[in-house]
């Protein structure tokens, strides 16, 4: 389990680089879909009340998370996620070259706003890392 807390309201997203070479969207997932965070509010993930787990069965090594606020929606489509087992998933090798493709300045692994253009893009993340031991 993990907390966040963020000091604006807005939408969470939490996506991690295993060490199985997987990128995986922690949150929102299928189990739970409310990523709306309140302003100065923790959030603990998976929630008590939550149903899903995060497994851990990678080889050992560091796994890297961000977690992501934004005012907006955002849309992570650019990475080429796919729905398994409840969480949207890629390959680190397919995401890598999905980010070489993309003429645009913005980086693919903070998605877009999701609203009416002009509208802003501004988000703030932060970045995390666990520990897989045998």
């Not at 990523?35 to 995060?54: C, H």
Request: aromatic content about 8%.
């Amino acid at each position: 389990t993990f907390k966040v807390k963020s000091e604006k309201a807005g939408h969470l997203y939490v996506l991690m680089s295993g060490t199985d070479g997987n990128i995986i969207q922690l949150f929102p997932n299928l189990a739970a879909k409310n990523n709306q965070v309140r302003a100065d509010a923790t959030l603990s993930l998976p929630s008590v009340k939550g149903v899903w787990d995060i497994g851990v069965g990678g080889p050992p090594g560091t796994d890297h998370f961000i977690a992501i606020v934004s005012q907006f929606p955002r849309d992570f489509s650019a990475l080429g996620l796919k729905m398994r087992d409840g969480f949207e998933q890629t390959t680190q090798s397919a995401a890598a070259a999905a980010a070489q493709s993309q003429a645009a300045s913005a980086s693919i692994f903070a998605g877009r706003p999701i609203c009416q253009q002009p509208c802003s893009d501004d988000y703030g993340a932060a970045v995390f890392t666990a520990d897989e031991i045998r």
